[in-house]
């Protein structure tokens, strides 16, 4: 039984990839923050039915010690380093610690495994948002990178230092260059998110309106569940490599609430409040990714549309609203 090292398990990928890594035998060792609400923290894993399946480990991207430790520990065969802070918008609240732990804690866990578990095969998170204020049309493994927010500029570190452990030591190191995945466990914050709850609320009468920022911004949104075995596969390779995952069409957020208020048959325009304190103090104003690598070399695509997406997610949070209604 292979043993595989999760991190940022209670996040949106931390839960698809355990579902996923399940299902296919692995022993998923998930590294948890300690929180005071670790009743509640595990809500993810608990949605998809594995939270007694996998096993929960106390553990802090910002302690090289804990990382140590549970690499003695678990000895694990594959690394996936999805914690993070990870919202782009936070990050100009809190740029330091974003750094710490989005740029600095994906080095800590390289050092780990460089000092424990040298043979391991690891993945990291890394972004669109790298290609920031974009250099081409449609951006590849080639593109050259220009971040715009806190965040991207500490991806951009934690990607480099991926390549450059894989250089420097020939460590089997891969980097997933992924472009917006959203699904129902999605944090509410994002936007996609944003508006299926808001949709949700609406149409049950819980609210009137939705506030939003930038409605021009456009995305190449896809289905976390179709992400995390692209995340997988890389590792499945013998030669460590970097790639992007993305679904080669792009949507601005006025045509996302279109086909979400449209789900349930309401006009975007009666609810939609356009506020300035939304708006980002620099923006990514296109993503648009060109996965033909992942195709050829992996022989991943993305299966889900858009369309598809937003309906399961409306349909949740219609559920979510509905169960706390009745109660
Ligand atoms: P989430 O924000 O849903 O999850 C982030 C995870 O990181 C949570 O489990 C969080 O724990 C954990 N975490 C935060 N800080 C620390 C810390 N100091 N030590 C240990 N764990 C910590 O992100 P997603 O699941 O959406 O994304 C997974 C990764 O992929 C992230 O690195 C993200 O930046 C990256 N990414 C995501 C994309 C997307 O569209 N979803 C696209 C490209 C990259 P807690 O629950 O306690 O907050
Ligand atoms: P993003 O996702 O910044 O692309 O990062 P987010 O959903 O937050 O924003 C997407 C776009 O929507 C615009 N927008 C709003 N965004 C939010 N959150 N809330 C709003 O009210 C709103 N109104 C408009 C934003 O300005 C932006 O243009 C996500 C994260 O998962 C990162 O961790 C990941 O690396 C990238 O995707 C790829």
Redesign the pocket.
């Known amino acids: 039984m292979r043993t595989a090292l999760v991190?940022?398990?209670?996040?949106?990928?931390?839960a698809y990839l355990s579902q996923f890594l399940l299902s296919k035998g692995y022993r998923v060792i998930g590294?948890?923050?300690r929180?005071a609400s670790s009743d509640v923290?595990g809500e993810r894993l608990r949605w998809l039915g594995i939270l007694n399946d996998v096993e929960l480990v106390d553990?802090?991207?910002?302690d090289l010690s804990s990382l140590i430790r549970i690499m003695q520990t678990y000895k694990p065969d594959e690394i996936y380093n999805?914690?993070?802070?990870?919202?782009v918008a936070a990050s100009w609240q809190q740029p330091l610690l974003t750094g710490n732990?989005?740029g600095l804690?994906a080095s800590c866990v390289l050092e780990a495994m460089r000092m424990v578990q040298p043979g391991a095969r690891f993945y990291q998170?890394?972004?669109?948002?790298m290609y920031g204020l974009i250099q081409a049309p449609m951006q590849s493994e080639t593109t050259p990178f220009y971040p715009r927010s806190p965040y991207a500029a500490a991806?951009l570190y934690a990607h480099w230092m991926t390549v450059n452990y894989r250089e420097s030591f020939g460590m089997h190191a891969s980097s997933g260059i992924?472009?917006?995945?959203?699904s129902p466990l999605?944090?509410i914050e994002f936007v996609t998110r944003k508006v299926t709850d808001g949709v949700a609320r609406i149409k049950l009468g819980l609210a009137k309106t939705l506030p939003l920022g930038n409605m021009r911004a456009t995305r190449d949104w896809g289905h976390?569940r179709d992400y995390v075995q692209a995340m997988w596969l890389m590792l499945q390779q013998d030669v460590p490599s970097d790639y992007v995952i993305a679904t080669g069409r792009t949507t601005s957020i006025q045509q996302l609430c279109n086909i979400a208020f449209g789900y349930v048959g309401l006009n975007p325009e009666d609810h939609i409040q356009c506020r300035n304190d939304l708006i980002r103090p620099a923006e990514v104003d296109v993503l648009l990714g060109d996965a033909s690598k992942a195709r050829r070399v992996l022989g991943w695509t993305a299966e889900t549309s858009l369309e598809d997406m937003i309906a399961e997610m409306i349909e949740a949070d219609l559920s979510r609203h509905r169960v706390r209604l009745a109660a």
Do not use: P, W
């Open positions: 991190t940022g398990v209670t996040g949106q990928d931390g590294m948890m923050r929180s923290i553990g802090n991207l910002t999805l914690a993070a802070q990870s919202f732990v989005t804690g998170a890394s972004s669109s948002e991806k992924l472009f917006n995945h959203e999605r944090g976390a």
